[in-house]
């Protein structure tokens, strides 16, 4: 009878004992959940106070562009009224200037970036590579420059410019842009460069390839997502640049967009906001498609593999 009590007991004991370590278990496991709704929350708060103020900009540039002028200067709103609607803004981008500035633009744009990719992927390639005295304080000496604001860089360039002829040139901006964004460049491929392994290489010199062919056909290929990374930091750069283009190109025949904007807007006492609106819209898609749809090579590009 003793034993029998002392049986129901201890199974008793057992089923409270696991009974308790369920209850705890639960408790920790509710903790958790609770633990990351919270992060959650925080996560996409913060997200969406991220977007609030880095899409504002854009979304009150794009619904100016779509007022009249008199429906501008009348006040504040948030949407174009049905009298103040209009598509005629985006005339503007017909007129000779707004299509000077955009193709300046977009030959200084595209020659930083062709500049800016075949530097910085030679220069990587032999940090990468070769072997040679001071190869990491050259490494390190490179970054040197970003410790200047580009008017501090501005004012000297403007006058070695003017010695040499290079002022007041597409050319010259290319070669002022390129300084600028060569330097990242040249790490990332650098850095990316050092986790392709170098039996790759070796292979192909073993079937008869030379240095230069298997720089060409293994190294480039392999570089596409870094190569990518590279010119988006390089376009967003160019495209984006007013302090360099303000500073070396003072007629307006070779300026870029974003000074000659500021050009339009100080030259007379009559401001044409809808027309400043809708030609600064048509200049702010090409980057954003850009990015959008190279995203995931830029990701790529960015994050360093290991061996």
């Known amino acids: 009878m003793s034993s029998e009590t002392a049986g129901t007991a201890s199974t008793a004991g057992s089923e409270g004992g696991d009974g308790s370590t369920g209850d705890s278990g639960g408790l920790l496991g509710r903790g958790f ?34 007022k009249t002028r008199e429906a501008i200067l009348d006040g504040v709103s948030w949407f174009p009224s049905a009298e103040g609607f209009t598509l005629s803004n985006y005339a503007v981008l017909t007129s000779g200037d707004i299509q000077l500035y955009f193709f300046n633009t977009l030959v200084v744009t595209m020659g930083t970036v062709i500049l800016t990719v075949v530097v910085s992927l ?8 070769l072997s040679f005295p001071y190869k990491e304080g050259f490494a390190r000496f490179l970054l040197f420059g970003y410790m200047f604001s580009p008017i501090v860089l501005g004012l000297p360039l403007y006058l070695i410019w003017q010695e040499i002829g290079l002022l007041n040139s597409r050319v010259g901006l290319i070669i002022a842009l390129t300084a600028i964004s060569m330097p990242f460049s040249v790490w990332l491929m650098w850095k990316y460069i050092q986790t392709i392994p170098e039996a790759m290489e070796e292979s192909a010199w073993v079937v008869g390839a030379s240095r230069w062919e298997g720089f060409r056909d293994v190294i480039i290929p ?20 007013f302090t360099f283009a303000q500073i070396l190109l003072p007629s307006n ?4 967009f974003a000074p000659g904007i500021l050009r339009q807007i100080t030259q007379g006492y009559d401001i044409a906001w809808n027309d400043i609106m809708a030609a600064s819209m048509a200049m702010t898609i090409p980057p954003l498609l850009f990015a959008y749809f190279l995203q995931s090579y830029l990701l790529q590009g960015f994050q360093i593999r290991s061996l």
Do not use: C, H, K
């Not at 609770?34 to 996409?44: E, G």
């Not at 025949?253 to 870029?256: G, L, R, S």
């Open 222 to 241: 392999q570089t596409q997502p870094a190569i990518i990374a590279s010119a988006l930091f390089a376009f967003a750069l160019a495209w984006n640049d």
């Open 33 to 66: 959940e609770t633990d990351d709704r919270v992060y959650r929350a925080l996560l996409y708060a913060s997200a969406a106070i991220f977007l609030l103020f880095g899409l504002f900009p854009v979304y009150w540039m794009a619904q100016n562009s779509l």
């Open 122 to 129: 030679i220069a990587g390639y032999g940090l990468a590579r």
């Open 253 to 256: 025949e070779a300026t870029t």
